[in-house]
């Protein structure tokens, strides 16, 4: 898999509250996004702290993804301790991971942004749907874990084509899972023999220039185009 991201500070905060990790470890291919609650002062330190605790857990073979609960709290425990001495409640940020091993994803999805993993030629999409009234308001992570709020989805495939990532700062004028299924396979064709350098300047060029003030993250894998196989 070719892999990468993006991340550009908006001009709403005076620093990038989103952070990012793509790794490939001994849990299989690992892709964790977070972005920092804009109200909390400490976000920036949340966001980047979830990304570790993850690719940490994976590379500790300590992602137990057949006991979803048991994972999740182990992530959020060693969130915790990689904040130790904060004030947590203004630490709080979402989360977005996807793990790829053996023919099999699992999404783990808490808040804002989107994932999308398309593969055998069916997207699986998770996205924080919200009616007008609650459109200010997302899950994030804290100090207690609230399991009934994370969205899992757990699939085998044949043929993976790639996982996209993206905070909500790259939202599409319609948050439906079938627009953003759309965005992420043109993304896929688009981008599909390009080197992750070269994706990862396309995609600053445009998102540099996106209607929005927040911080604009997108972290991608995609499966070896034609050029990689020769």
């Known amino acids: 898999m070719r892999t990468g991201g993006i991340s550009i500070q908006g001009t709403y905060h005076n620093v990038n509250q989103d952070y990012y990790c793509v790794a490939d470890s001994p849990a299989g291919l690992v892709m964790v996004l977070s972005d920092g609650v804009g109200s909390c002062e400490l976000s920036h330190f949340g966001s980047r ?17 057949d006991n979803a609960k048991s994972f999740l709290e182990r992530v959020n425990a060693r969130w915790l ?6 004030d947590i409640s203004e630490c709080a940020c979402t989360a977005i991971f996807v793990i790829v091993k053996d023919n099999r994803f699992t ?35 804290e100090e207690k874990l609230y399991f009934d709020s994370w969205k899992i989805i757990t699939r085998t495939f044949k043929e993976l084509s790639g996982v996209y990532l993206s905070s909500d700062g790259v939202a599409l004028d319609q948050d439906t899972v079938f627009r953003y299924a ?29 209607d929005s003030s927040d911080d604009k993250t997108i972290a991608f894998a995609l499966r070896e185009g034609e050029q990689n196989d020769k």
Do not use: Q
């Open 81 to 86: 301790k990689k904040l130790r001495g904060l």
């Open 107 to 141: 999404m783990f999805h808490l808040g804002d942004g989107v994932a999308v993993v398309l593969a055998d030629g069916v997207p699986a999409v998770t996205i924080d749907i919200k009616e007008d009234v609650f459109r200010n308001y997302t899950d994030a992570m």
């Open 182 to 210: 759309d965005f992420a396979g043109r993304f896929f064709e688009e981008y599909a023999d390009l080197s992750p350098d070269e994706i990862e300047c396309r995609i600053e060029s445009w998102l540099k220039d996106w």
């Open 49 to 65: 702290a979830l990304c570790e605790a993850v690719i940490e857990l994976s590379f500790e073979c300590l992602c137990e993804l």
